[in-house]
């Protein structure tokens, strides 16, 4: 363990033994204090030379009074960001009442795509916004009252498809609903719906392309009573989690061309598709109290070609996996509040773990980028003290 003195922190980089040791040079930036709603993640694409950070907001009205029952906790942001750290530009939209982001994409025009979620009464809706590549409004689409959207993205050929859960009412058992594939096309209200399964609320699904193709993820979990055996709704102490993974193939109006299903008992939280047959993972095995970061690359005929534990951790996030310019791969996640990632070769070699730690500060939700001479990481961070209602926006600039 060892120690850099910057000008504003003092930051603890922890090595993990095995690993190969860089010189390294962390500098905190904040970019907006205190403005990001707690439950909120954050979206973060590159945009030429300049970032684009999408999450939800806590509102003006809450700001001048601070009131849990305010009608409007929060809205809807993006903030355009120059590689220095400067905000560019602001821009502040939602519904009546409060907004939470769910998604940002690129488009192939040069503009982006936001997804998110309001409430209408007790109807949650999912609401898309098209943006030009100067920022204006293209266009705007909600979806029905009966759906609730689960990933959005967009093929080479500029087609754009969602993932809808949709509830059939007194049609399917209780907690169970369609899933089902949209052609997203705002010029034709003619929905091009296909459904792909009959899933309970336990699964979570998402879709993924690389480029051309388009694909279906789920993962889902039970908990099982351990000395019976028997599966139950809800987590209790004296239970344990079993998860499973599925990924196919889809093409809308066709037969699905091929699934893989995998019993992997793995947590599964970010997945890669390199190529039409070879699909990389990264999730958690459970051990005792302790979450085992894997990650590992299987074929489209299930058969697994490694897998690695990466780390033991005691608690578990989300993790943005990326592959960088040397085609290794990095992961990126926060625990108790460190930021660690891991920059892994496509044979699923080890080549560094690294964490970065605050001392004034609590990091969450990492999103890494690599430039020319460094890496950037835009993180969530809250002050220690937690004096203030929001979280705020930071740059982390990662020199070796």
């Known amino acids: 363990m060892g120690s850099i003195k910057t000008k504003h922190f003092l930051i603890w980089i922890w090595l993990i033994p095995g690993t190969l040791l860089h010189s390294q040079t962390n500098t905190f930036k904040e970019i907006k204090p205190n403005f990001i709603y707690q439950n ?104 029905d009252k009966v759906e609730e959207c689960f990933s959005i993205v967009e093929l080479q050929d500029s087609q754009i498809y969602i993932l809808n859960k949709i509830y059939p009412p007194g049609i399917l058992p209780r907690y169970s609903y369609h899933l089902v594939l949209e052609n997203l096309d705002p010029s034709n209200l003619m929905k091009n719906q296909m459904i792909l399964d009959t899933i309970i609320w336990k699964n979570v699904c998402k879709l993924l392309t690389n480029g051309h193709e388009l694909y279906l993820t789920n993962s889902r979990w039970e908990s099982v009573e351990k000395s019976t055996g028997i599966s139950y709704f809800f987590q209790k102490d004296k239970f344990r989690d079993l998860y499973s993974f599925s990924i196919s193939r889809l093409q809308l109006g066709k037969k699905i061309p091929w699934s893989c299903s995998l019993n992997t008992n793995c947590d599964t939280r970010a997945v890669t598709i390199l190529s039409d047959s070879l699909i990389f993972f990264s999730g958690y095995y459970s051990n005792k109290e302790m979450d085992l970061l894997s990650f590992s690359c299987i074929r489209k005929d299930g058969q697994q070609l490694f897998l690695k534990i990466i780390d033991t951790l005691h608690f578990n996030s989300m993790i943005h996996q990326s592959r960088l310019l040397n085609s290794n791969f990095n992961l990126a996640l926060s625990s ?34 690599e430039n020319k001479n460094n890496f950037l990481i835009f993180c969530k961070a809250k002050d220690k003290i937690m004096k203030y209602p929001g979280y705020s926006l930071y740059t982390i600039k990662v020199t070796n």
């Not at 903030?79 to 939470?100: A, M, T, V």
């Not at 496509?346 to 969450?364: M, P, T, W, Y």
């Open 40 to 143: 909120s993640d954050i979206s973060v694409i590159r945009v030429h030379e300049d970032f684009l950070v999408f999450c939800s907001t806590l509102s003006q009205d809450f700001f001048q009074n601070p009131n849990p029952d305010s009608e409007s906790i929060t809205d809807l942001l993006l903030l355009r960001i120059s590689n220095e750290g400067q905000i560019i530009w602001e821009y502040r939209f939602g519904k009546p009442g409060e907004d939470y982001s769910l998604d940002l994409v690129k488009t192939n025009d040069g503009g982006w795509i936001t997804m998110s979620a309001f409430y209408k009464g007790y109807e949650r809706k999912t609401l898309f916004v098209k943006f030009d590549s100067f920022g204006k409004v293209e266009w705007e689409r909600e979806t």
């Open 336 to 369: 108790a509040g460190i930021i660690h990632y891991y920059q892994i070769s496509s044979n699923g070699d080890i080549e560094c773990k690294k964490s970065i730690r605050n001392d004034a500060l609590v990091l969450f939700y990492p999103r890494f980028f």
